[in-house]
């Protein structure tokens, strides 16, 4: 079974602190994704990254920004959290090859 | 960014009923993929389709890949208390490389009472 990990289920940070969400997953999948989710707006894309130390924004990058040194790690970093950075955030990753996408659990992100 | 549009918005319905839900788009994908969110939980893959015209079980559930590429379908038979949450679609058109995006559907809320 693939396995998409997330550092943590919930966080309370407060604004202008620097946070960090941790990603892992264990089938050697090239492609990871970083979305976040509220309510009435669905999944958006914040940054993907295709292969290590590769990555790219996706439609939501203002304000965050990302890591992938290890092909199982990729990193979501908030720099400095604002309040209208609470949300939940998904993490993803998949083949390059068949396209199948598996999520992690999700972080809640509560920023005060 | 682009969503998919997925219908019904919500379902009520008891305990032993069918379910049916859809999505459709304007684009053209090469793969479809439905998942079940719980409250508080991550998407959970529920099937897989690969080409048009497939049909593929996972126990209760049914989705088709539509002949046109342009939809798919999900059918949930003798609906459970724990089918309760909300389903996703998404669709990914393959470009050949390696960044294609999966575009997602709005969701579909079920509820079931027992």
């Known amino acids: 079974d693939v396995k998409v990990t997330q550092s943590s289920r919930y966080l309370v940070k407060r604004t202008g602190e620097k946070v960090f969400l941790e990603c892992v997953q264990d089938m050697d999948h090239e492609n990871m994704f970083w979305y976040r989710q509220d309510p009435g707006l669905g999944l958006r894309l914040i940054y993907f990254s295709y292969d290590v130390k590769m990555k790219e924004k996706g439609d939501i990058p203002e304000g965050y920004s990302v890591s992938r040194e290890k092909k199982e790690r990729f990193s979501l970093i908030l720099e400095s959290a604002s309040t209208n950075q609470t949300s939940m955030y998904l993490c993803?990753?998949?083949?390059?090859?068949?396209?199948?996408?598996?999520f992690g659990p999700g972080t809640r992100l509560l920023v005060l | 960014g682009q969503q998919l549009n997925q219908s019904p918005q919500s379902m009520f319905i008891q305990e032993g009923e069918d379910v049916s839900m859809n999505c459709t788009s304007s684009?053209?994908?090469?793969?479809w993929l439905w998942y079940k969110q719980d409250p508080g939980e991550g998407p959970v893959l529920l099937i897989a389709l690969y080409k048009a015209g497939e049909l593929t079980s996972n126990g209760r559930l049914t989705a088709q890949f539509g002949i046109t590429r342009k939809d798919s379908f999900l059918n949930i038979s003798a609906s459970i208390p724990s089918d309760v949450g909300i389903y996703f679609c998404?669709?990914?058109?393959?470009?050949?490389?390696?960044?294609?995006?999966?575009?997602f559907g709005t969701g579909t809320l079920l509820a079931v009472q027992p």
């Open positions: 684009s053209i994908f090469n793969t």
């Open positions: 993803a990753s998949r083949t390059r090859t068949l396209g199948t996408q598996y």
């Open positions: 998404a669709g990914q058109l393959h470009l050949g490389g390696a960044t294609n995006k999966l575009i």
